[in-house]
């Protein structure tokens, strides 16, 4: 399962991207899906994670009130919504698909994206 990340940029700080994670040919409707980012120099780090039943849970700080998860079962898509970008938000964004429900172990994450790119300009 090969998932898909797109909608990202470059974007002046205070701007707004939504990125789209998708899988041809899978659905990811039975899944929890977790957004990470990864910045020059730095570790990876989930951001925010939606379980299969809408339910969904933040992991940084620093995006609460700016970034927001949401999926669309119609289209089999899960979204980050980020609004009221930063610098310190560009990063390598990757969504990827859990075996279990929303918070756990990054280790349950089974299927990965390529990332997609979101540089914040100041």
């Known amino acids: 399962v090969q998932l898909q990340a797109s909608g990202g940029g470059l974007v002046q700080a205070g701007g707004s991207l939504r990125l789209s994670c998708a899988a041809p040919?899978?659905?990811?409707?039975?899944?929890?899906v977790g957004w990470f980012r990864q910045a020059p120099g730095k570790e990876r780090e989930v951001v925010w994670c939606?379980?299969?039943?809408?339910?969904?849970?933040n992991y940084v700080d620093s995006v609460k009130g700016r970034f927001t998860i949401s999926r669309d079962r119609t289209k089999s898509t899960v979204y980050l919504q980020m609004n009221s970008l930063k610098p310190e938000d560009t990063a390598v964004y990757y969504c990827?698909?859990?075996?279990?429900?929303?918070?756990?172990?990054?280790?349950?994450?089974?299927?990965w994206g390529q990332g997609t790119q979101v540089t914040v300009s100041s």
């Open positions: 990827a698909v859990r075996t279990f429900a929303c918070p756990g172990s990054d280790s349950e994450y089974i299927y």
């Open positions: 040919g899978f659905s990811l409707n039975g899944y929890a």
């Open positions: 939606v379980s299969s039943n809408g339910n969904n849970f």
